[in-house]
């Protein structure tokens, strides 16, 4: 038996062209983030899906609604699948905070699992409310498809979590652009990534460049 755990990333929004960091609520999906949505649901549509987890989110939930409305599937909500709360840095550029609060921004870049922004959320945190996600998921559905929607930081930890990487490495080991799809089966031989990354069901026009480093759009 093999469970296909589809993770997606939300599709583009305002803070996606400017690298401003934000956990917030009530962020719209711009209309090439939309765009986005609309060619995912398209491609998608026919998965036969078991279930859809979904951070609460406005642009997560923005981001599945077009699959949902053509399929007839209802989303499963879950505050463990927000994104990492950016505390006092929320809206703020990577230069504002380290000339606002460097001391805590470079302990922060040098391993963000055990330093949280300041007044937000350590990635372990973050690893450990959103692998009792995935535990449930794997429990509930030990075969078939199912997706999960949820943020750049909260599915990179996510992915380090299952496959075996530090945690404190999520923004140094793994790319995560906006609208893009990452495939797991898991097995009784544990998680095993299928496709890394792909917006093939996107017109390249959509399709986000790889900046590396944390700094994908």
């Known amino acids: 038996m ?9 599709a583009e929004t305002y803070f996606c062209h400017t690298g401003r960091y934000c956990s917030r609520d009530g962020v719209p999906l711009t209309e090439r983030g939309q765009q986005m ?39 499963d909500c879950r505050t463990e699948l927000r994104e990492l709360s950016f505390g006092a840095w929320e809206g703020m550029s990577p230069q504002e905070v380290n000339q606002q ?18 007044d937000g959320e350590k990635g ?36 380090c979590s299952l496959l075996g990487i530090d945690i404190g490495r999520y923004r140094d080991r793994l790319a995560m652009p906006v609208s893009a799809v990452t495939l797991v089966e898991v097995s009784q031989y544990g998680p095993f990534v299928r496709m890394l990354n792909d917006c093939s069901h996107l017109p390249l026009p959509l399709r986000p460049k790889l900046m590396g480093n944390g700094s994908d759009s």
């Open 2 to 10: 093999t469970l296909k755990l589809y993770l997606l990333r939300n």
């Open 37 to 75: 949505a609309d060619y995912f649901a398209r491609s998608y549509r026919d998965v036969p899906w078991k279930a859809v987890l979904c951070s609460p989110l406005n642009h997560a939930i923005a981001t599945v609604s077009p699959l949902c409305e053509a399929t007839g599937l209802s989303v």
């Open 101 to 118: 609060y460097h001391d805590e921004y470079i302990r922060w870049l040098a391993d963000p699992a055990w330093n949280a922004p300041t």
């Open 124 to 159: 372990i945190r973050v690893s450990r409310r959103s692998s009792a996600v995935l535990e449930e998921i794997e429990e509930t559905y030990p075969e078939g498809h199912v997706l999960v929607v949820s943020h750049k930081a909260t599915l990179r930890i996510m992915l």
